[in-house]
């Protein structure tokens, strides 16, 4: 099973007649995630498998890594008068090392491991959330919801094989997991475009 180690930090504060304002900050790193590597990966300078009579071996290891880092900051207005509100904001960074979604994420490249690290799938740096109730007459309540937040990464693929591993979802070269909407470098992935007449 991973092992996760947590810290977290708050402080609350009133800030005038039913208004508090409350900010927490949360560290998570957790460790041995179960994830899917193909162990009969050609190597990258003889192109040979380490077992040449068979095709992809997939094993399940304890290799995966994840850290979450985030700062909460709420201003809370408790019902009173007929009306609430509350406006929080969040600012996170969810990091992880494994390609893809379920109980068994996989590696993406058996030899370079590294190139798996970066931004989470559900990776949302900045989050807004906008809510508030009033009591109408005739005891009917209104109130609303609105949430505003940033982009998902998005991973430039080659849409090709190219390691040889027979999975085709290999990056393009030179850049990481997840860099789209992040930090991602187009004259890379135009470069390749133009390379490979896609």
């Given at each position: 099973?991973?092992?996760a180690?947590?810290?977290?930090?708050?402080?609350?504060?009133?800030?005038?007649?039913?208004?508090?304002?409350?900010?927490?900050?949360?560290?998570?790193?957790t460790?041995?995630?179960?994830t899917?590597?193909?162990?009969?990966t050609?190597?990258?300078?003889?192109?040979?498998?380490?077992?040449?009579?068979w095709?992809?071996?997939?094993?399940?290891q304890?290799?995966?890594?994840a850290?979450?880092?985030?700062?909460?900051?709420?201003?809370?207005?408790r019902?009173s008068?007929r009306?609430?509100?509350?406006?929080?904001y969040?600012?996170?960074k969810h990091?992880?090392?494994?390609f893809?979604?379920g109980?068994?994420?996989?590696?993406?490249d058996?030899?370079?491991?590294?190139?798996?690290?970066?931004p989470?799938?559900?990776?949302r740096?900045?989050?807004?959330?906008l809510?508030?109730?009033?009591?109408l007459?005739?005891?009917?309540?209104?109130g609303?919801?609105?949430?505003?937040?940033?982009?998902?990464?998005?991973?430039?693929?080659?849409?090709?094989?190219?390691n040889a591993?027979?999975?085709?979802?290999d990056?393009?070269?030179?850049?990481t997991?997840?860099?789209?909407?992040?930090?991602?470098d187009?004259s890379?992935?135009?470069?390749?475009?133009?390379?490979?007449?896609?």
């Amino acid at each position: 099973n991973p092992v996760a180690h947590t810290a977290n930090l708050g402080y609350s504060q009133e800030v005038g007649e039913n208004l508090a304002v409350h900010v927490d900050g949360v560290y998570t790193q957790t460790n041995d995630f179960v994830t899917t590597v193909n162990i009969n990966t050609p190597d990258p300078v003889s192109r040979l498998r380490p077992t040449p009579a068979w095709g992809r071996i997939l094993q399940n290891q304890a290799v995966g890594t994840a850290k979450y880092r985030a700062l909460l900051m709420r201003l809370d207005r408790r019902y009173s008068d007929r009306y609430q509100y509350l406006v929080s904001y969040t600012l996170s960074k969810h990091d992880n090392d494994f390609f893809g979604t379920g109980l068994t994420p996989s590696r993406t490249d058996f030899y370079d491991p590294g190139r798996d690290w970066g931004p989470a799938n559900n990776d949302r740096r900045h989050a807004l959330v906008l809510s508030g109730a009033v009591l109408l007459p005739w005891d009917v309540t209104f109130g609303g919801v609105y949430t505003w937040r940033s982009r998902m990464p998005f991973n430039a693929l080659a849409g090709r094989d190219l390691n040889a591993d027979g999975a085709n979802a290999d990056y393009v070269p030179g850049t990481t997991r997840n860099q789209g909407n992040r930090n991602l470098d187009l004259s890379k992935v135009n470069a390749w475009r133009a390379l490979n007449r896609l």
